[in-house]
């Protein structure tokens, strides 16, 4: 569950993080350890483990997600020039954290992050 990882810590300001937007369903902030020169977490307050947990009723918590993670770009200006956005699921798809969450990258032409494209 989402107060069970780090992510719960955060949103409940248990240990510091660079917040970079909070509404009532999402908290996004800067990853510690980031992959691209802008690599922020967009992550939902709703504890949902994995993609393989969501269910239909939970479609608009991803959309909200990746509404946030939009609306980020372009205020910041990252949207002319682009971005990823990327979701892990379990061991072998990355995920390290058992919280949903989309990973936002840019700041750099993506292959020099060794993403394939």
């Not at 993609?51 to 002319?80: C, H, K, W």
């Not at 979701?87 to 993403?115: E, K, S, W």
Request: glycine share 8%; with cysteine.
């Amino acid at each position: 569950m989402t107060d069970e990882t780090i992510f719960g810590k955060i949103i409940r300001r248990e240990i510091p993080a660079d917040i970079v937007f909070e509404d009532e369903h999402l908290i996004a902030f800067r990853d510690i350890a980031p992959q691209a020169p802008v690599h922020v977490l967009f992550v939902p307050k709703t504890p949902i483990p994995r993609l393989d947990d969501l269910t239909p009723d939970q479609a608009a918590v991803v959309g909200r997600l990746v509404i946030a993670a939009a609306e980020y770009a372009r205020r910041e200006g990252l949207a002319e020039d682009g971005y990823r956005v990327v979701m892990n699921c379990n061991d072998h798809g990355g995920q390290t954290v058992y919280q949903i969450h989309l990973h936002l990258l840019a700041g750099a032409p993506l292959g020099r992050f060794g993403v394939p494209g």
